[in-house]
């Protein structure tokens, strides 16, 4: 596609729910990045994807974290038994690749998720 | 670890105004430095990206300056207008293992009055 897709856009749940966050990066982008905002804070790095493997899941909070990417393409972030503080913005990046180390990222317009 | 800071967490000036964002980082061993603009609710668009090699980038009335060797950048904006006001983020892209991973500021909020 034209740009990095995120869906779904918002996402309620209750609190101990999963959820699914899913990124459609831009075709051909072999890098994807998962970032998340919360309220009032910078962002944090998560977890980067070269082709389908993640050599940095260092950023993941927990380990009811988790993300998977296919094809080359779509990512899945899974959050289990949500909590409140998860509550956030999730980001997703895709670039042309990292090996240089010159190409910049492009976002998609995030999935607000909000735990109640 | 690399840190970003950036100054004024809120700027607010009236339209027409020519202003000048600030970021710092404190390792400056990087790949390039990206502005991106984050409006309410919004992902984030790239305004501009400055290879570590290159001292400034323009388009259109935006211009970003790289001081690699002293860790800072700034963002110029001429003629503010309202419909710049949204949250300027600077990120800077680490070299060696870490050539993947942008570190970002917190922001600052750009507010321009009619």
């Known amino acids: 596609g034209a740009g990095v897709s995120q869906s779904p856009s918002n996402k309620v749940t209750e609190k101990g729910k999963d959820v699914e966050l899913r990124c459609d990066p831009i075709?051909?982008?072999?890098?994807l990045y998962w970032y998340r905002q919360r309220l009032g804070q910078g962002l944090e790095f998560l977890i980067y994807?070269?082709?389908?493997?993640?050599?940095?899941k260092s950023g993941l909070p927990s380990d009811r974290f988790s993300a998977e990417r296919t094809g080359e393409s779509v990512s899945t972030l899974t959050i289990q038994r949500t909590q409140q503080e998860d509550s956030a913005v999730y980001l997703c990046?895709?670039?042309?690749?990292?090996?240089?180390?010159?190409?910049?990222?492009?976002f998609g317009s995030g999935t607000r998720l909000t735990v109640v | 670890k690399q840190e970003v800071t950036q100054i004024p967490a809120a700027l607010s000036v009236p339209e027409g105004e020519n202003l000048v964002l600030n970021c710092s980082f404190t390792d400056s061993a990087i790949y390039n430095l990206q502005w991106f603009r984050q409006d309410p609710g919004k992902g984030l668009t790239s305004l501009l990206l400055?290879?570590?090699?290159?001292r400034e980038q323009t388009s259109g009335r935006l211009n970003a300056s790289l001081d690699k060797s002293s860790g800072r950048s700034t963002l110029y904006i001429a003629a503010s207008q309202p419909g710049d006001s949204a949250t300027y983020l600077c990120?800077?892209?680490?070299?060696?293992?870490?050539?993947?991973?942008?570190?970002f500021g917190k922001g600052t909020l750009l507010t321009v009055n009619p």
């Open positions: 075709s051909g982008h072999t890098a």
């Open positions: 400055i290879q570590s090699s290159q």
């Open positions: 994807f070269q082709g389908n493997s993640a050599p940095d």
């Open positions: 990120a800077v892209k680490g070299s060696g293992g870490s050539n993947y991973k942008l570190t």
């Open positions: 990046a895709s670039s042309l690749k990292i090996s240089s180390g010159n190409y910049g990222y492009t």
